[in-house]
Every structure is written in C-alpha cells, then in structure tokens.
C-alpha cells in the first residue's frame, strides 16, 4: 500500500465521528466495543473478553459544540464537551459501554454524567494508584479483576488465561511497531511527517488492533523506501499534549513552522509503557506490574522524589532535539500545573523551549505556527531564546 493510500485512510478514520469503522465491525463479528477516554486503559482486558476497544478523544474542530456547553463551567478545558456532545448526538451509540481512567476531575464528574445520561450503557471509572507502596498493588490488580469481570458478563465471553496471552501478544506487537515508527522520524524526520505520524496513531483508537499494527508496518516499508525532501528545521519535542488531543490542522502548522517534531505525548495511552508486558500464567499481574513499574512519566502519574522533569530532559537528549515546545489545552490543570516543574528541570539543562494553550476546536492556528516558527528561528540563530 502506498504512503498516500495509507494517509488518506487515516484521515478518513480521524474525520469519521459517527464511527463507521466501528459499526461495520460489530455487524461482522457479532461482537460489542467499548469506548475509553485518553489517556491511558489496558486495552488488553477489552480485547480478551472478545470486544473492540475505542478511544474517544473529543470532536476537534469537526463539531459544533451546543448542548455540551450547558454541562461544563467556562473555566475547564474543551474536550468533555464535545465528548458529550457526540454522545448526545447519538455519534458513540454504537458503544456498548465508556471507560473513564482516572485522569483528573474533570473526567472524573464526565464519568458521572455519562451514568446519569446513558444508563442503559456500561460506563466505570478507572482508578489508578499513584502511590508505588506493597498495597497499590493489590490495589490496581483488584481493579482490573474486578473490571474484567465486567466486561466478559457485558461480552458473555470468559477472557482465560489463553485468550489474555493472546491479546497481550498482539498490542506488544503493536507497541513494537509504534515504536520502530518513533524511532524512525527520530532519526529521519523528513521521512515521516508528523501530520502522517498522528493519524497513524489516531487510527488506532478505532482499528482492531492487528489491522492497526499491519497498517503501521505498511507504513513504515513505505516511508523508508520513499525519498523526501531534507529542510532546514529544528528538532523539538512537543509536550503537554496527552488528553486533548491537537486538530489536524494544528499539527500541520507546527510541522510547517520550521520545527521537526522528533518527540511528543500524542494519544499516549498507545505508547505508555517503555516495554512489552510479559506473557504469563497471571496475565492480570503481569498488565498490573507493567503500568506500576514501566510506564513513561506524565502530569497524571505523581512523581513525589524531585524529579519532575527528568523524563522531558532525557527524551530530548535521546532523540537529539534542541528544544521543547510546551503545548497544553486551556485550563488542563494537570498539564499547566506540571508545566513550571518542566521548564525548570529544562532550564536547569541548558534546553530553550516556548509554551502556548490551545483547545482542541481552536481557531488560533497561525498564531501558533508563527509563535513555533519564532522559536525555531531564534534556536537557529542564537541556539537559545
């Protein structure tokens, strides 16, 4: 499959809000899906108790938001508006049920709203320690039991041991594809345009996963095989970006700004952990030990040593970037709060980076590129700014 037959699929996944994709699969297997919010779930539960797993990261610029605004304050950030407004819509009908990971309180009171709107639909709230004591644990395997319980009596189909391993197996391959594409625009970035690389990786919230990771190896056999022209740009690393997700068009303006984007948080929860999680006779342990040992740091998973920072230093060394564009949704309270700990691990490092909000709807584009396209320029002329 060519590069551009590729792209244009993706894009056709990113603008299809009414699921298509999706609907078409029930109707061949037979089978139900269930929706998660970002940014992280272990799609495997999902996937082993024999339904699709969907993530639902908002409208972007594609809807109107009307009803949504009558549930939210002003002062909170976009995405749990047009997330309610696809719903109220009847967009995410065909989900069986919604997973909200506990991600901060917004989604959290989105969560509620779903049960009250929505209560003939499987919906829970996922919490996750954020403490790395014996107890959380016992904690986090308990929850997960208790989840996967629920999804085979919604699913009617036993996720055994077997069935666990196998899922397991597939989004390792697919973490492993997602991460020779990474390491390939990091070393090649006028290889793989970043606007590419997003809607590969959007792509992903709908398609089964096997056909998700034969996409991206399609993908990858193509870009190195095809000459691209070489520009003068920056390498950077995008940060903040990790629940509401950017338009398409805003990641264009960035890529088009002079920056090469050799990093980034985009849909993380398809790349939160480091590593492969270990096949096992106690899968559940061993899904539960990989996101409490071997996940990246992130505003939403508490770092209480000090350290806070230390992760966006070491991604830009590795991936050799000479910046750090900070790129939070308006009023995220988890990604503006972190952001201060951020720069000064950064400063501390010598690294320069630049900061704005957006919205997932925003109309502020070439603000943004000429913002970006500042910065790069000022890292060409001066390597600092």
């Given at each position: 499959?060519?590069?551009?037959?590729?792209?244009?699929?993706?894009?056709?996944?990113?603008?299809?809000?009414?699921?298509?994709?999706?609907?078409?699969?029930?109707?061949?297997?037979?089978?139900?899906?269930?929706?998660?919010?970002?940014?992280?779930?272990?799609?495997?539960?999902?996937?082993?108790?024999?339904?699709?797993?969907?993530?639902?990261?908002?409208?972007?610029?594609?809807?109107?938001?009307?009803?949504?605004?009558?549930?939210?304050?002003?002062?909170?950030?976009?995405?749990?508006?047009?997330?309610?407004?696809?719903?109220?819509?009847?967009?995410?009908?065909?989900?069986?049920?919604?997973?909200?990971?506990?991600?901060?309180?917004?989604?959290?009171?989105?969560?509620?709203?779903?049960?009250?709107?929505?209560?003939?639909?499987?919906?829970?709230?996922?919490?996750?320690?954020?403490?790395?004591?014996?107890?959380?644990?016992?904690?986090?395997?308990?929850?997960?039991?208790?989840?996967?319980?629920?999804?085979?009596?919604?699913?009617?189909?036993?996720?055994?041991?077997?069935?666990?391993?196998?899922?397991?197996?597939?989004?390792?391959?697919?973490?492993?594809?997602?991460?020779?594409?990474?390491?390939?625009?990091?070393?090649?970035?006028?290889?793989?345009?970043?606007?590419?690389?997003?809607?590969?990786?959007?792509?992903?919230?709908?398609?089964?996963?096997?056909?998700?990771?034969?996409?991206?190896?399609?993908?990858?056999?193509?870009?190195?095989?095809?000459?691209?022209?070489?520009?003068?740009?920056?390498?950077?690393?995008?940060?903040?970006?990790?629940?509401?997700?950017?338009?398409?068009?805003?990641?264009?303006?960035?890529?088009?700004?002079?920056?090469y984007i050799v990093d980034?948080?985009?849909?993380?929860?398809?790349?939160?952990?480091?590593?492969?999680?270990?096949?096992?006779?106690?899968?559940?342990?061993?899904?539960?030990?990989?996101?409490?040992?071997?996940?990246?740091?992130?505003?939403?998973?508490?770092?209480?040593?000090?350290?806070n920072g230390d992760y966006?230093?070491?991604?830009?060394?590795?991936?050799?970037?000479?910046?750090?564009?900070?790129?939070?949704?308006?009023?995220?309270?988890?990604?503006?709060?972190?952001?201060?700990?951020?720069?000064?691990?950064?400063?501390?490092?010598?690294?320069?980076?630049?900061?704005?909000?957006?919205?997932?709807?925003?109309?502020?584009?070439?603000?943004?590129?000429?913002?970006?396209?500042?910065?790069?320029?000022?890292?060409?002329?001066?390597?600092?700014?």
């Open positions: 499959m060519s590069i551009r037959a590729i792209v244009e699929r993706c894009e056709d996944l990113y603008h299809d809000l009414d699921l298509g994709y999706v609907r078409d699969w029930k109707a061949r297997h037979g089978a139900k899906a269930i929706g998660f919010m970002p940014v992280y779930v272990p799609r495997e539960l999902i996937h082993a108790a024999g339904m699709l797993p969907v993530g639902i990261m908002g409208g972007a610029d594609e809807v109107e938001i009307i009803r949504g605004d009558a549930y939210y304050q002003s002062y909170i950030c976009h995405i749990p508006r047009s997330t309610i407004e696809l719903g109220l819509a009847g967009k995410l009908a065909c989900l069986d049920g919604m997973l909200f990971p506990a991600i901060c309180d917004v989604i959290r009171n989105l969560s509620g709203m779903w049960q009250i709107m929505f209560p003939d639909r499987y919906v829970r709230y996922v919490d996750f320690p954020q403490s790395w004591v014996p107890a959380a644990y016992d904690f986090y395997r308990a929850e997960l039991r208790e989840m996967l319980h629920d999804l085979e009596r919604l699913s009617g189909i036993e996720a055994t041991t077997e069935r666990l391993n196998r899922s397991i197996a597939l989004y390792n391959d697919n973490r492993r594809a997602l991460t020779e594409l990474y390491d390939l625009r990091a070393e090649q970035p006028h290889r793989v345009p970043t606007s590419e690389l997003y809607l590969l990786l959007r792509a992903g919230n709908v398609l089964e996963v096997s056909e998700h990771t034969a996409l991206l190896q399609d993908y990858l056999g193509a870009a190195r095989g095809t000459e691209r022209p070489l520009r003068d740009n920056i390498r950077v690393v995008a940060s903040g970006l990790f629940c509401e997700q950017p338009p398409l068009s805003m990641v264009r303006a960035m890529e088009n700004s002079g920056c980034d948080d985009w849909v993380l929860g398809a790349r939160y952990q480091h590593s492969e999680t270990p096949q096992s006779h106690d899968p559940i342990r061993a899904i539960a030990d990989s996101y409490m040992q071997d996940t990246v740091q992130t505003a939403t998973r508490y770092v209480d040593d000090g350290h966006l230093v070491q991604q830009v060394r590795s991936r050799g970037a000479e910046g750090v564009i900070f790129a939070a949704a308006s009023f995220c309270d988890p990604a503006l709060l972190d952001r201060p700990m951020g720069a000064r691990a950064l400063t501390d490092a010598g690294i320069p980076y630049t900061a704005f909000t957006y919205s997932e709807n925003t109309g502020q584009i070439q603000v943004i590129k000429e913002q970006a396209g500042t910065f790069a320029d000022s890292i060409k002329l001066w390597g600092s700014v």
